[in-house]
């Protein structure tokens, strides 16, 4: 049984007022989702979703390296994409600068821009660790090098994601300042 109209109103209003600390002109993905809750799902996408994260994802990606930051300095471009546990069928999707080489984690994908010469530069794509295992063991379903990394990260050899053991500690990785990152060919 639905709450009566009254009630339903009263909730929304209550409902989507907590901004965004990442984008103060969108709300948080927790009012988001309690308002579709609320209000019933509206635009539902049945089918391939992958097609859609992936449209999305590109646009997120172009516009994240347009944005002016770091405008004099080089700086990585992190999108942080994740499933939510406890929101059903919901993605995080983050995107996330740095003015220094990022740690290599899972489930990221990692670019780098100079602003000045406008030259960009993949880094790397690692999925969520639970899904590594699936990929390792289908190796021939992926590329190799992707396949690579994969194995690099569980064994902990950082050296294909720009970094190099410390020669003062031999168990601390300190990023590699001789390091190149795969170029962009930009249209």
């Not at 660790?129 to 950082?158: C, G, R, Y």
């Not at 990023?175 to 962009?184: E, G, L, V």
């Amino acid at each position: 049984m639905h709450p009566p109209d009254t009630e339903v109103k009263k909730t929304l209003r209550t409902l989507g007022t907590h901004q965004s600390l990442y984008d103060p002109g969108r709300e948080t993905v927790g009012a988001i989702y309690q308002k579709a809750q609320a209000e019933g799902e509206k635009d539902v996408l049945v089918g391939d979703m992958a097609n859609e994260f992936t449209k999305s994802l590109i646009e997120d990606i172009n516009e994240g390296l347009c944005k002016p930051r770091y405008n004099d300095y080089p700086f990585y471009l992190i999108v942080h994409e994740k499933k939510d546990l406890q929101m059903k069928s919901s993605m995080l999707r983050r995107i996330i600068y740095h003015p220094f080489r990022p740690w290599p984690e899972d489930d990221t994908t990692v670019f780098w821009k100079n602003p000045k010469t406008q030259e960009v530069r993949f880094c790397w794509a690692l999925p969520h660790w639970s899904e590594m295992d699936n990929i390792l063991a289908n190796p021939t379903h992926f590329d190799p090098e992707f396949v690579s990394n994969i194995q690099s990260w569980k064994s902990f050899d950082l050296t294909c994601f720009g970094f190099i053991k410390d020669k003062d500690e031999e168990c601390e990785w300190v990023p590699n300042p001789n390091w190149k990152d795969k170029p962009i060919k930009q249209s």
